[in-house]
C-alpha cells in the first residue's frame, strides 16, 4: 500500500515503468524557470496515477514519455528529462486536446483539494476510481461498442453513474442484468469485469466492500441462487428465487406443468419468453 494525497491505494496504482506526463506543463515549465530547462522542468505525482489520464489545466492527454523496470534509473529525473528536452521544447510528445469530462474534473479536484460533493466523497479513492471504470466499461460495452477498449470513455461513463448514489447504480446494475437474457448467461457475462474483479481481485479489499453488496444483491435479485452457495464472498443463507429449472430440480415436477400452476397463481406472467433458467419468482 502507498499513501499518496492522503488516500491510500494499492502499489502499482501509482508505480509503473511506464513514466507518464503532461508535455504541455514541461514545456512551459522550461520556458518560466531562471535556471533553464533542466531546473525548471519537474514531474507531477498524479501523472502516475493510473486512472489519471488528462491534464485539466492544458486539456491534452497524458503521453509515455519514458519506460524503465529498474526504479532507481526509472526515478533519476534529471537524466531522464535531459533525453528528452529537445522532443518537449520542439512539442514532439504532444497531441490534439481533448475536452474534459465531469469525472476528469472530480478527479483533478479530489486529488488537488480532498473536495468532492458527489456520492463518491465516503468512499477510497482507489475503489471509487477502479468501480467507475469497471461499471463504465459495461456500460460503454452494451451502450457504443465502438468505444470498447476505450478508457476514458468508460471511466466517464461510470463516473457519471456513481457521482449520483446508490439508487443511480443499482438502476444501472438491474438494465445490465435485464440485457443478459441468454439461457446460459451468469452473473460473469452479464457483469464482465465488473463481476471477474470484484470476485477475485478485490475480493478481500474492504474498501470495495459497498460496491460488493450493491453488485451481490443485484445477482441475487436476478439468477436463483440456492442456500449454501457463496456469491461475491459470502454464503446465502436461504434461497431467494427458484427458477423453473431450478423448481423442476428440487421438486421432481415437469416443467411444463409447474410453469401452469405458477402463472395460473400469478407467481409468472403467461407472456414471460424468457429460458427457464431464467424464469424466476419468490422462493417462498
Excluded at 126 to 142: D, I, K, N, P, S
Excluded at 232 to 248: D, N, T, V, Y
Aim: proline share 5%; net charge negative.
Amino acid at each position: 500500500r502507498m499513501e499518496f494525497r492522503g488516500e491510500v491505494f494499492v502499489s502499482r496504482a501509482l508505480r509503473n515503468p511506464q513514466m507518464r506526463g503532461c508535455p504541455v506543463c514541461l514545456r512551459e515549465d522550461a520556458e518560466t524557470h531562471p535556471d533553464g530547462a533542466a531546473a525548471g522542468q519537474a514531474m507531477r505525482g498524479d501523472w502516475q496515477l493510473r486512472e489519471v489520464s488528462l491534464c485539466v489545466r492544458h486539456r491534452h492527454p497524458l503521453v509515455d514519455l519514458w519506460r524503465e523496470q529498474t526504479p532507481t534509473k526509472r526515478y533519476d529525473i534529471g537524466p531522464r528529462l535531459a533525453d528528452i528536452r529537445e522532443m518537449i521544447s520542439g512539442g514532439d510528445f504532444e497531441q490534439p486536446r481533448v475536452e474534459p469530462s465531469t469525472y476528469d474534473i472530480w478527479l483533478d479536484a479530489r486529488l488537488a483539494t480532498g473536495r468532492d460533493e458527489t456520492w463518491l466523497a465516503s468512499h477510497s479513492l482507489y475503489a471509487g476510481t477502479t468501480f467507475c471504470r469497471l461499471l463504465g466499461a459495461e456500460l460503454v460495452r452494451h451502450a457504443d461498442p465502438s468505444n470498447v477498449g476505450n478508457l476514458r470513455a468508460a471511466q466517464a461513463a461510470g463516473f457519471e453513474v456513481a457521482r449520483r448514489g446508490e439508487e443511480a447504480v443499482r438502476k444501472a446494475l438491474r438494465e445490465l442484468a435485464e440485457r443478459a437474457t441468454g439461457a446460459k448467461v451468469e452473473p460473469r457475462g452479464a457483469f464482465g469485469d465488473l463481476y471477474s474483479k470484484l470476485s477475485i481481485d478485490y475480493l478481500h479489499e474492504a474498501a470495495f466492500e459497498p460496491f460488493r453488496d450493491l453488485l451481490r444483491e443485484r445477482i441475487l435479485e436476478t439468477w436463483p441462487f440456492a442456500a449454501g452457495e457463496v456469491v461475491l464472498g459470502q454464503e446465502l443463507p436461504r434461497r431467494r428465487l427458484h427458477s423453473i429449472a431450478s423448481a423442476e430440480h428440487e421438486t421432481g415436477i415437469w416443467a411444463t406443468r409447474l410453469e401452469a400452476v405458477l402463472i395460473e397463481a400469478g407467481g409468472l406472467s403467461p407472456k414471460d419468453t424468457r429460458p427457464t433458467n431464467r424464469k424466476t419468482f419468490d422462493a417462498e
